[in-house]
């Protein structure tokens, strides 16, 4: 080891994570260090060609702290859920290897090495579209992966859930659900994938990002004041969401899009109506996105059945959900119209599902 030290060698890993977007919502944490929830969720993974963080990681025995830059700008390691997630993945590192290198490093190295990373999201930070999802998911897995950690997913996803959790739901594809568990160490609070990708291969995602600003209000400390300030939340926690979790999973299993859609657009619309219920509000969707849903629902209406579903995540975007290509189709022409480009609604569309992104849609 400290013959490779004056070598200043430097090891590196490249991984990339897809986000993933709740259509039953978390909003609520019962422990706020291991972050346990109030409720189960569902989530649906994305496509990662167009909605990913890309997340580099390396280890020197030239770097003398751990640091991190997060979107080209450095950030700072000192937040819990940071050191939860490195002291987690150290814990568990073992020997590694580099032949072609000459680099070794023995299990008990890692203990005073320090890493430096480097992480980008291909789509607006923190803004409602679960960039602390893809960006801790990716963390902890770049992360095993340099660090040669013999972990099942399983545990990188429950390590995951302490940088953020909706993160450890994007250690899957296809649909994801969180249990919430109920022991007070965590050990059963985990994300199981309930069908993979393929089961449901119809479904188009769009993304009609409304404003790619930073919201003024974080999932973390708006869902904080909800649980403080909310009666509202615990109705929804107790009363709510486990029938809505049993009956989402049938409608997936089924791929019973009426189902699909009424869950997902009620759910996000009570998920939004318990942030008003908090003190002082939190307004996450704009009169944009209001108009968005005014455009799904009538068309949905209009059709008879739903085409398209909405959700929208703590943020102005919309995530739209279209039975098929068709209906995805026509749901762009629709944005198109409502939404033209250059008006002052801004509208960026990318459409999820058929390898194309839209830019600049209108
Ligand atoms: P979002 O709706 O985008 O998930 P949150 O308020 O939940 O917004 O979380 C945003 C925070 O997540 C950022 O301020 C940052 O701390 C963290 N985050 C975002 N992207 C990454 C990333 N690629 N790697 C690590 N952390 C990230
Ligand atoms: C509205 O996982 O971002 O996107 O655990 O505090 O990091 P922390 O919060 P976060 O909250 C996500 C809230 C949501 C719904 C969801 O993804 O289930
Ligand atoms: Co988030």
């Not at 290897?97 to 890493?115: M, S």
């Not at 430096?116 to 679960?130: D, E, R």
């Not at 801790?136 to 013999?150: D, E, G, R």
Request: glycine fraction near 6%; aromatic fraction near 8%; charged fraction near 20%.
């Amino acid at each position: 080891m400290a013959e490779q030290q004056l070598q200043n060698w430097v090891l590196m890993v490249t991984a990339q994570t897809p986000t993933n977007i709740a259509v039953i919502k978390y909003w609520g944490k019962r422990d706020e260090d291991l972050i346990l929830a109030i409720n189960d969720s569902i989530s649906v993974t994305l496509d990662p060609a167009h909605l990913c963080t890309t997340t580099t990681v390396a280890v020197s025995p030239a770097f003398d702290q751990d640091r991190m830059w997060l979107n080209g700008k450095e950030i700072s390691l000192s937040g819990g859920r940071y050191q939860n997630c490195l002291r987690e993945i150290r814990a568990r590192a073992s020997d590694v290897e580099d032949e072609n290198k000459g680099i070794k490093i023995a299990k008990k190295d890692w203990q005073n090495l320090h890493v430096h990373i480097a992480s980008y999201n291909n789509f607006p930070t923190a803004a409602g579209l679960a960039s602390s999802a893809a960006g801790f998911a990716c963390l902890v897995f770049s992360l095993a992966k340099l660090m040669n950690v013999q972990e099942d997913n399983g545990k990188l996803s429950a390590i995951a859930r302490q940088g953020s959790g909706s993160a450890c739901r994007s250690l899957y594809g296809g649909f994801v659900k969180w249990i919430m568990g109920k022991e007070e160490n965590g050990s059963d609070s985990i994300a199981v994938q309930l069908v993979d990708e393929k089961h449901w291969d119809e479904l188009v995602i769009i993304i009609a990002v409304v404003s790619s600003r930073q919201k003024e209000t974080s999932s973390t400390s708006g869902m904080r004041d909800t649980v403080e300030t909310s009666a509202l939340i615990k109705h929804r926690a107790k009363e709510v969401v486990p029938k809505r979790i049993i009956q989402m999973e049938e409608a997936i299993q089924n791929r019973d899009f009426p189902t699909f859609a009424q869950l997902t657009c009620a759910d996000s619309n009570q998920f939004h109506a318990v942030c008003m219920d908090t003190s002082p509000p939190i307004f996450y969707m704009n009169d944009t996105s209001h108009r968005v849903i005014g455009c799904v629902e009538k068309w949905n209406r209009s059709e008879g059945t739903p085409q398209v579903a909405y959700t929208f995540d703590a943020g102005p975007n919309a995530v739209l959900i279209a039975r098929n290509r068709k209906a995805a189709t026509l749901m762009l022409q629709r944005l198109l119209f409502h939404f033209p480009p250059n008006s002052d609604t801004d509208l960026n569309s990318y459409v999820i599902g058929d390898k194309s992104i839209l830019k600049d849609a209108g």
